[in-house]
């Protein structure tokens, strides 16, 4: 099979703390952490300059502890705690499969995570680390799809690679309508228009605005990652040409 040749060099996969947990409902599942840093890893060697945000929704989300009472700010500030934990899990599992691996946090801890910095980012992407990037953008009222974006644009990757638990984007929900479409291609503006969840609104607006391609794909099946970098056809992209 000949090489990969990536269209990327370098890129942001936004990860979901979901992702972590496998079939539990709870947690990070081991196995599925070291296959999905397998896949990851597979970057490596195509010498794409990596940095991964990750949810913490597998142990909090803000949202739902808005929901059990709990104050907006506290909640948020919570989730992103959450995401540290994902993140210093991630780092392990890249370090692991023989991947340098930096693990940089909107919220410094001494000792645990270094802070993140725009300069020291790029500086270790340079030099051939991978980045975990955790606490979302360190602000409540701010989601990790729109601390991806964010991310993405300080360390000027040339994309964002979503990963989901399906193959694109849909005109609806694939699995409880068998008749859904699939789009290969959307325009920043048509995602907006038709309400298709793909970001949240500040997130893709922010993509939109600064004209970042946002590639959504199922980073379940393997290969797919290696695919999405090349700019094989996998998954659907929004904005960036068609």
């Known amino acids: 099979m000949a090489e990969e040749v990536p269209r990327y060099r370098r890129v942001l996969l936004k990860l979901s703390g979901e992702a ?5 409902a709870y947690g990070i599942d081991p196995s599925v952490l070291a296959t999905i ?12 300059e990596t940095a991964i945000v990750i949810g913490g929704g597998n142990i909090f989300r803000g949202l739902a502890g808005v929901a059990q009472g709990f104050d907006r ?5 919570m ?15 890249l370090q692991k499969h023989g991947v340098p691996t ?9 000792g645990v995570v270094e802070g993140f910095g725009r300069e020291k980012a790029l500086s270790y992407l340079e030099g051939g680390y991978f980045l975990v990037l955790a606490a979302g953008t360190g602000n409540p009222f701010f989601t990790t799809d729109t601390a991806a974006v964010l991310r993405a644009l300080e ?4 994309v964002v690679f979503k990963a989901t638990k399906v193959d694109g ?14 789009y290969d291609f959307l325009t920043y503006e048509e995602v907006l228009e038709k309400d298709l969840r793909v970001m949240d609104l500040t997130a893709i607006t922010l993509a939109r605005d600064n004209n970042l391609p946002v590639m959504v794909f199922n980073m ?23």
């Open 155 to 158: 360390i000027k990757a040339e």
């Open 220 to 242: 379940q099946e393997p290969g797919n990652i290696l695919k999405a970098v090349s700019g094989q056809k996998v998954g659907t992209l929004v904005g960036g040409g068609a």
């Open 73 to 77: 700010v506290r909640a948020d500030q």
């Open 20 to 24: 972590l947990m496998g079939p539990a």
């Open 102 to 110: 930096k693990v940089l946090s909107a919220y410094e801890i001494r």
């Open 169 to 182: 984007v849909y005109n609806a929900d694939p699995v409880k309508d068998p008749s859904a479409k699939k």
């Open 37 to 48: 840093a397998q896949e990851i890893a597979s970057l490596r060697r195509l010498k794409v």
């Open 79 to 93: 989730g992103m705690l959450a995401t540290v934990l994902n993140a210093i899990a991630l780092g392990e599992a």
